[in-house]
């Protein structure tokens, strides 16, 4: 079964940081377009950050550009947000996500089931 499976959320202090990783299984997703979305409680789900198959182009959010990083290992079939700079309004659940042939900030194949990112104030 293809699946996509985050872990490293939790709650953080502002000003904090966390690393959120994405492990995929079933398929190999080395040639898929990777990303992390995130929504809050009443919000729209959120662009936040993608990246294209071979690593060499990433895409941000404009309310995450500078202070997040995605990176991905397709040997070890994982996607990695490292977040700094955490505020308040970062709280959401985070989801990873896959697409194949088009950067997934345009269209989501595959879903993982999101991890919690609360940062106190």
């Known amino acids: 079964q293809d699946q996509l499976v985050e872990s490293g959320g939790g709650l953080v202090q502002a000003g904090g940081s966390l690393r959120l990783s994405c492990a995929a299984s079933g398929r190999t997703f080395s040639s898929y377009s990777m990303g992390w979305f995130r929504q809050a409680p009443g919000k729209e789900r959120e662009f936040v950050a993608a990246?294209?198959?071979?690593?060499?182009?990433?895409y941000y959010g404009d309310s995450v550009t500078g202070r997040f990083t995605i990176s991905r290992n397709n040997a070890q079939n994982t996607v990695d947000l490292q977040m700094k700079s955490l505020k308040p309004e970062d709280t959401a659940v985070y989801y990873c996500?896959?697409?194949?042939?088009?950067?997934?900030?345009?269209?989501?194949?595959?879903w993982g089931q999101g991890t919690q990112v609360t940062v106190s104030s």
């Open positions: 996500a896959a697409a194949r042939g088009i950067i997934v900030r345009l269209r989501q194949d595959y």
């Open positions: 990246i294209s198959w071979n690593g060499v182009s990433t």
